[in-house]
Antibody, heavy 122, light 107 residues
Framework: QVQLVESGGGVVQPGGSLRLSCAAS????????MHWVRQAPGKGLEWVTF????????YYADYVKGRFIISRDNSKNTLYLQMNSLRPEDTAIYYC???????????????WGQGTLVTVSS | DIQMTQSPSSLSASVGDRVTITCRAS??????LAWFQQKPGKGPKSLIY???SLQSGVPSNFSASGSGTDFTLTIRSLQPEDFATYYC?????????FGQGTRLDIK
């Protein structure tokens, strides 16, 4: 069965960096695009970034552009999110999610991880 | 960016009721619309893709429709496990955007 397991969250000071990981199993990771979506405490879902199956196309929300970098290692079935210049407003649970359709840039998602909490505070 | 507006923001209903949630896009998105369910303390669950197609394993008491700018999610007969928050999301263009959510609780 499909499993997505996020890790790497924690407490970091404003201006600091953190790298999240999402370990994937139960499907052919290398043919699906992947997303990061976040949720601030008590708030709604907010899309963050997407990476195509081959890592060539990447898209970012304006509020993270230039600070966050999405990447993937298809040999390790792992998705990453490098978060730099963190701000208090980046505090959220970060979820990874798998595309429903393979080999495309525009698809809904079908599976989600359980999330990892990032807290940006001094 | 495309804005997604859900209504109502919250809704109280009873087991067995039929409920409908609406989602409006600020511009046409064809049928590139998804619906998600989230329960407290849990990650989201995918319910609907392509505006009206049920994800695998989603009960048939869920249905959805719409195209262009106006979309609906209907739960035909509420079950206790259906009380949750529901989100729509457009995936017609980046950045993908979510509605603000509709909280469905027990009356």
């Amino acid at each position: 069965q499909v499993q997505l397991v996020e890790s790497g969250g924690g407490v970091v000071q404003p201006g600091g960096s953190l790298r999240l990981s999402c370990a994937a199993s139960g499907f052919t990771f290398s043919i699906y695009g992947m997303h990061w979506v976040r949720q601030a405490p008590g708030k709604g879902l907010e899309w963050v970034t997407f990476i195509r199956h081959d890592g060539i196309n990447k898209y970012y929300a304006d509020y993270v552009k230039g600070r966050f970098i999405i990447s993937r290692d298809n040999s390790k079935n792992t998705l990453y999110l490098q978060m730099n210049s963190l701000r208090p407003e980046d505090t959220a649970i970060y979820y990874c999610a798998k595309d429903l359709i393979d080999y495309v840039d525009y698809s809904s998602v079908d599976y989600w991880g359980q999330g990892t909490l990032v807290t940006v505070s001094s | 960016d495309i804005q997604m507006t859900q209504s109502p923001s919250s809704l109280s209903a009873s087991v067995g009721d039929r409920v409908t949630i609406t989602c409006r896009a600020s511009q046409g998105i064809s049928n590139y619309l998804a619906w998600f369910q989230q329960k407290p303390g849990k990650g989201p669950k995918s319910l609907i893709y392509a505006a009206s197609s049920l994800q695998s394993g989603v009960p048939s008491n869920f249905s959805a429709s719409g195209s262009g700018t106006d979309f609906t999610l209907t739960i035909r007969s509420l079950q206790p496990e259906d009380f949750a928050t529901y989100y729509c999301q457009q995936y017609n263009s980046y950045p993908f955007t979510f509605g603000q959510g509709t909280r469905l609780d027990i009356k």
